[in-house]
């Protein structure tokens, strides 16, 4: 670190051709902590987070080891509606191609690896950034081979619903190639990025298209590269004497989607493992991502508000408000101003989440009234 400088300072003070990238809400900021000391064993490239809501009263984004990169460095102000009509998930995941424009256009990387933040690395991602020189654009299949019939109807079809390609791996080469791409998904995420509603499933279906719209996109076809409960049939696992392995090859990473802070030990999702997966390391894996998160404060930030949950007045934003903002929008009668101010749009019939708390205590009510 150079002398007086921050972590975050001495980073920005970094000039190299590679970077990572992740996107988090504030109270995922020991998922970010975790990705960035790992990666750090392995590689001097820095890692830009994006934290999406504001830090300020939760934590200090300049005394972090990553390089903290805030909302309105990358969205564009005619787009701060996402923030309401889009979920935290769905707002994470539809700021994925804004968060790397802004690196293209703001940084000297060339080179750029995507991960969402509950990816935990084991081994140095050189051949992320080595399939690069042959790809313009590189995206994580889901499954790299067929499964057994018998389990078809469990693991391909979720391609199917899901998308071909992963989202929490995207790796890019600076080009007018990857900045067409990355500006074509923008577009259509900006207003489309929905979690199963409008035909979307956050931005993974897009991807989709990619190999079709654009030159030289890659499939990333290294089995230890984004190991998650979806492919652990055809991903054997195992430990060797330099670490883990994934058929064989070094296990780059492991992507825990869908684990659980409170049973660490099994992140398969009940789904098939290969024959000869070593189940130790199942477990060993999911153990030590939790011991890393607790170190880096995760069941302290885990309590932490999703800054755009509510409106300035305290009342919650429900998921109908949310939808029925985006159709007001799209129709050109959303009302001016920021929608956070005015609570008042809607207070139209009860919504259901209201609904959810207001009927247990009308029906306490009604059975107090009746034994009266």
Known sequence: ML???????????IRTPHAFATIITRNHLAHARVLAETLRRHHDEPLHVLCVDDPVGFFDPAAESFRAVHLADVLPGG????????????????LKPFLQRWIFDHTPHDRLLYLDADVFPHAPLAPGFAALDHATILLSPHLLAPCPAQDAGDLETLCLR????????????????????????????????????????????????????FRDVHAWRHPGANVANWNL?????????????????????????????????????GRPLAADTDRRVIAEIGLAY?????????????RWPYGFGSFTNGRPVTGPMRRDYFRRLMAGCSGSGSPFDHSE???????YVEWKRFVPVAIKRMLMNAAS
Request: proline share 4%.
């Open 233 to 269: 049939h055809e991903r054997a696992l195992h430990r060797g004497a330099a670490g883990f392995t994934a058929n064989g090859e070094p296990l780059l990473f492991a992507h825990m989607s869908n684990w659980s802070f409170e049973a660490p030990e099994d992140w398969t999702m």
């Open 290 to 302: 939790r011991d890393a998160l607790r170190a880096a404060g995760y069941e302290e930030s885990r």
């Open 3 to 13: 002398p007086g400088t921050s972590p975050n300072t001495a980073l920005t003070a």
């Open 79 to 94: 787009h701060h509606g996402m923030t309401f009509f889009y979920t935290a998930f769905e707002l994470c995941n539809a």
């Open 345 to 351: 749009w809607f207070r139209g019939p009860l919504r």
């Open 162 to 213: 899901y998308g071909v390609y992963n989202g929490g791996c995207i790796g890019l080469r600076r080009s007018d190639e990857a900045l067409r791409f990355v500006n074509w998904l923008a577009s259509r995420t900006a207003t489309h990025g929905f979690e199963w509603w409008n035909d979307a499933f956050v931005d993974q279906l897009w991807l989709n298209l990619a190999p079709i719209y």
